[in-house]
């Protein structure tokens, strides 16, 4: 089997994922993923579609990730993983992983802060004297 490459993006992250035949190892930025995602949270979500398609310990992932926090930066990686997998095997995985959500890019972005508020929505206390 060659490489598949896909991409995952979440909030402000942006994950590059290639997927091999292997022994179920996830390397992120070039460091396992217990040493990357310290939480244990964080590393169900990476294997949220392994485990909906029943593929655990069947792939070598690499990824490079960049930009965001940690969740979206892990919630990139699960989208890059399902696509990744959709496109190796369309009529295998593809319906699986669509049921449980894992191929809808999440497009909540954070809205921009307005000029003249605090925020994006947030005013500053009215006065009327």
């Known amino acids: ?50 485990e909906v398609t029943a593929t655990e310990g069947q792939f070598d992932v690499k990824v490079t990730v960049v930009g965001g926090g940690i969740k979206g930066q892990a919630e990139a990686i699960r989208l890059g993983i399902a696509r990744a997998m959709s496109d190796l095997n369309r009529e295998e995985y593809r319906s699986a992983l669509k049921a449980a959500g894992f191929l809808t890019r999440d497009a909540r972005e954070v809205e921009r802060k307005k000029p003249g508020q605090p925020g994006a929505r947030r005013r500053f206390q009215f006065s009327k004297r």
């Open 1 to 50: 089997m060659e490489q598949t490459h896909a991409l995952g993006r979440r909030k402000a992250a942006v994950a590059r994922v290639y997927l091999t035949a292997g022994k179920g190892n996830v390397t992120i930025n070039g460091r396992p993923l217990e040493e990357y995602f310290s939480l244990e949270s964080l590393r169900y979500i990476v294997g949220q579609p392994f």
